[in-house]
């Protein structure tokens, strides 16, 4: 018999996954921060632009059914995180807006901006949007500023259960040096798997060349801050919660526990982060290795889905409140309905038929590699 328990865990589960699809799919905004450095021509930005364009909406599509389904499945977190730290988000949606309509407007007839505007759009999404993402994810081990009193919902002139303590509405998370460090990783991921896409996927030596030597440059830095990151957070306190009572409390080194009480986790984090350092390492080390992006985004997707999936399950709270602990959310205070979560349960069985669908999809856009002669010839091209 299907519990209220298994339902909560499952749907934790999907989010987690879809994080770690988004995470991999950033290599897309990474890519378009080197629009300007990594060509030297504008055939080779013209190259750049097309083989990135043909992927943009795929991170696009995943970030709207990541949010989603967090509204969907979590409804508190989504009210009390969308509603309160909302200057992070909007920044982060604002991101993805311009992103859209510099890929189809930079080479529309009678561009007044000229396609060097959009391009210079392209590239703040690329640096603010992987950015504040992972600072914004990286409150779920940190905390945020807010309370919760759910008997709020009674009062007629105010039925605000959630609110913010502060008047920067998430902005403070800039100030904590974790968060930023987490930040810098998934920029630097973004950029690094970015380099490793276009080895694998333009015909075009001189660049590949150069993408191997910014590979350096790249994933050096990922690696300093992600370590960064994630040994400050297992030996930092983390936020437990009581299985019978529901209170939360401080306890030292929880998700280090964590991922040692969960051994099946803690083998796929392991494996995520060996995969993710074999994609670059192979790169840097052998011209003749080209598959570098399937290694590490494999790697990715399960190391990013086991720090979500530690940060949920094994009684933690996955949005701490900081000024006050008992206002935190977890998977039991911040669901849905049984029968929502049911409902949406069976719709979620689809989802291996969108995966698949996604993946005909890109097999069908990328049946060679694609040189600037591909982009010359496509009356389609951005």
């Not at 299907?2 to 799919?25: D, E, K, P, R």
């Not at 703040?124 to 940190?142: D, M, Q, S």
């Not at 590979?215 to 306190?237: D, G, Q, Y």
């Not at 998977?331 to 069985?349: C, G």
Request: net charge positive; aromatic share 18%.
């Amino acid at each position: 018999m299907i519990t209220y328990s298994f339902l909560q865990h499952y749907w934790w589960f999907l989010i987690s996954l879809l994080g770690g699809l988004l995470a991999f799919l950033l290599f897309i905004q990474g890519g378009q921060t080197m629009l300007f450095s990594l060509s030297k021509t504008e055939d080779e930005r013209r190259l750049l632009v097309n083989v990135l364009g043909r992927k943009w909406e795929f991170t696009f599509t995943t970030l709207v059914t990541f949010g989603g389904a967090f509204f969907a499945s979590f409804p508190l977190f989504y009210s009390t995180s969308f509603g309160g730290a909302y200057w992070v988000w909007m920044a982060i949606l604002f991101c993805f807006i311009i992103q859209a309509v510099s890929y189809e407007f930079q080479s529309k007839p009678g561009n007044v901006y000229g396609a060097k505007t959009y391009r210079s759009f392209l590239y703040i999404n690329g640096l603010l949007a992987t950015f504040l993402i992972g600072v914004a994810i990286a409150t779920f081990f940190t905390g945020s500023d807010f309370a919760v009193n759910k008997g709020n919902i009674t009062n007629q002139l105010a039925p605000v259960i959630s609110q913010w303590q502060n008047p920067w509405n998430g902005l403070e998370a800039l100030l904590n040096l974790r968060n930023l460090s987490l930040g810098l990783a998934v920029f630097f991921l973004s950029r690094t798997q970015a380099l490793l896409f276009f080895i694998n996927r333009l015909n075009h030596p001189e660049m590949e060349k150069r993408s191997r030597k910014n590979l350096w440059f790249n994933a050096l830095p990922f690696v300093v801050f992600f370590l960064t990151f994630v040994i400050w957070t297992l030996f930092s306190e983390g936020f437990a919660v009581d299985s019978a009572t529901g209170i939360v409390s401080m306890e030292k080194y929880k998700y280090f526990t964590n991922l040692i009480e969960m051994p099946i986790i803690l083998g796929l984090f392991l494996l995520g982060v060996v995969l993710v350092l074999f994609g670059i390492g192979g790169s840097l080390v052998s011209e003749k290795f080209k598959s570098g992006i399937w290694f590490s985004g494999v790697g990715t997707v399960l190391t990013v889905c086991s720090m979500f999936l530690i940060v949920g399950y094994n009684n933690t709270a996955f949005y701490p409140a900081t000024p006050s602990l008992q206002s935190s959310l977890t998977i039991f205070n911040a669901s849905s309905s049984f029968y929502t979560l049911k409902a949406m349960s069976i719709v979620s069985l689809f989802i291996p038929v969108v995966l698949g669908y996604i993946f005909y999809t890109w097999n069908a856009m990328e049946k060679k590699r694609t040189d600037i002669d591909d982009i010359n010839n496509d009356h389609h091209a951005y």
